[in-house]
């Protein structure tokens, strides 16, 4: 009993400050089981120093800014970003720019419209509520050229966007072989802040892949909802996870919940079932603090704020 509340103990403490960067609250058109205020206010509770809202079809600078006027007593800071998904124009730099002007975090590229997505989902037979219910058939966003080497020049357009404004660049759910070409094409834009989006599921790529895009200076994030036993989104196993961290490095390596559907686990919930799962693979709590804390910090630029929750 004594080891358990310990480790309950442990967990918490390492949530002091914590960041998730890929939380899907709502309001959205696809099932949400929390709304941004909720899951602000939980992870106020937790002592959470920012969240970032992902929604695959709107950009959140509007509600962000909302919540930030009307409950400024919440604790935990919320960072807006955008998906270039059908909704918002795919790969458009009005949207992109509206976004940065607003306090935007995240450009994420294409998930649930990249033409890897719309592979994937066909042979895994998934569906999704946003594209399959209540919206038109997906339109694939493309971000090659058909050689498949080139990037196209709205995506260039996208990146000088991002490199002039300093956001972090995501790269969705491209395929591996697309994010090393946008990757590589935003380093020599001058794109500073690269995470390479969950390569444990749909991106097809290798441990090698995750080593050599984190040895490029990008930050490589895990979903932890792909491995927690429970979840319906469990695709890997923990020792998976070890080999995702092994291969990118603690100092490269960013634990973000993924979470906010229903019918499973809630975010705050889901990080601390990963927390716990990092533990039981043998992680110092120091190298867990990094994952969950300091490289998100490091990502988005916001190490003061950061440090502020942790000394208040």
Known sequence: ???????????????????????????????????HVEMLQQASRAGYAAVVTKDHDYSSVMTAALIRKHFPDLKTKIYPSIVLNNVVGGLNPYAVEHTAALGGKIVWMPTLAAENHLRWQAQAQ????????????????????????????????????????????????????????????????????????????????????VKGIAAMGAFVEHSLCMFLDGCKFKSREAEDLRNQIEAGGVGQTILASDLGQVGTFDPIDGMRRGIKMCMDLGFSDDDIRQMVSTNTARALGIEADVEAVRKA
Do not use: C, Y
């Open 1 to 35: 009993m004594s080891g358990q509340g310990n480790t309950e103990q442990r967990i918490d403490a390492l949530l002091k400050g914590a960041i998730d960067p890929h939380v899907h609250t709502g309001p959205s058109i696809a099932p949400r089981a929390l709304d």
């Open 126 to 209: 998934w569906t999704h509520p946003a594209s399959t219910d209540r919206m038109r058939p997906v339109t694939p966003v493309k971000v090659l050229e058909d050689d498949k080497k080139t990037l196209r020049d709205d995506a260039k357009e996208i990146l000088d966007i991002v490199a002039a404004s300093d956001m972090v660049l995501a790269s969705g759910h491209l395929h591996v072989s697309e994010t090393w070409v946008v990757f590589e094409e935003a380093k020599r834009r001058g794109v500073k802040r690269l995470v390479f989006t969950h390569p444990e599921d749909i991106v097809d790529a290798s441990l090698n892949d």
